[in-house]
């Protein structure tokens, strides 16, 4: 073979192997993320993955309002790639309290390998701002702290100390409100417990059937997420509660209060509130109590999770047997400048 028809054969060569190169290996290829005041949910989908390998991909987004300091959301997702070469997920999270207009921007990571910009949709938001704050004081109940009964209990038990509204007014039918409960305390003795934060969303398209769950992520101390349709509203609604470890404090009896202070978009909200508190010896966390967050068959707070229901025994506000949530205290009252 002569040499320029050998140079012309390794020419061929090389274009061949050029062209059969590989395309990137280990990329996350998209990253979708919806999302409202309340929160998100991101998709993301990668390929070209090893199997049987462990990845992960992680994310932030900046929330920049028209006015003030932007805010900056982070996750992470660990996943296994089995035996396929392509994974997918979709999670939620919550954000922290927004109020007022915001950008989105953003972008996701598929670790050690490469990142590309996040689709948001929309790709702005505008939220309820709070107009109306009552103060702890505002919405004490009346009389004398709530009494609380002396009780005995085995080791890892905890108390299920929980709070609901009645139904309020002032809220719109054709807009969002939002409602925060924040600074949320039990107090014994004058010994202080902190609970999460509670926040109401009253949203006209929501679903008929309200949902509740815990956001454990949460700064200070997690923060329970209630959203129900103003068209469709109980005579109980669940805002906050938290499962406290029984001490020598909280099983010695005593009296008690709960406090907390509201935050509300609509100036013209108005409500009446109870709490109560009862014994389980089993539970699995928050979220896996499965909290009913309005008046059913059972109140609002009960816990239908069945292993907790058949763990309670008697305590501080019940005598067990199926009050599952206590009984309840006297009423308090919250009411806003502009309720009627």
Known sequence: ????????????????????????????????????CNGYAISLAASALNPNTNYTITWTIT??????????????????????????????????????????????????????????????????VPVCTIPASGTAIPGDAVSWNKFSAPSGAVVWIHAHIGTPSGVSTTTTTTVQFTGVTFVLNGITYALPDGLLIFSPTASATPMTSFDSTFTPNGRWVTTLNPNKLSDEIF????????????????????NYTTLSSSNSLKFSWQWSAAVFTYWPGNNAAQILPYHQSDHAGTPENKQVQQSLIQGPRGGGGSNYTGSWSGTGHGQCPGAN
């Open 239 to 258: 805002f906050d509660g938290n499962a406290v470890p029984v001490d020598s404090n909280i099983s010695g009896g005593g009296k008690a209060t709960f």
């Open 63 to 128: 929330l920049t309002p028209t006015s003030g300091s932007p805010i900056t959301v982070t996750g992470s997702d660990p996943f296994y790639s089995q035996i396929y070469t392509t994974a997918s997920t979709t999670l939620t999270a919550n954000f922290p309290p927004l109020a007022g207009a915001y950008t989105l921007s953003g972008t996701a990571t598929l670790v050690g390998f490469n990142t590309i910009p996040i689709t948001f949709s929309p790709p702005t938001l505008s939220c309820p």
């Open 1 to 36: 073979m002569n040499l320029t028809k050998w140079l012309g054969v390794l020419g061929i060569t090389l274009m061949v192997a050029l062209c059969a190169t590989p395309a990137l290996a280990n990329h996350v290829d998209t990253a979708t993320v919806n999302a409202n």
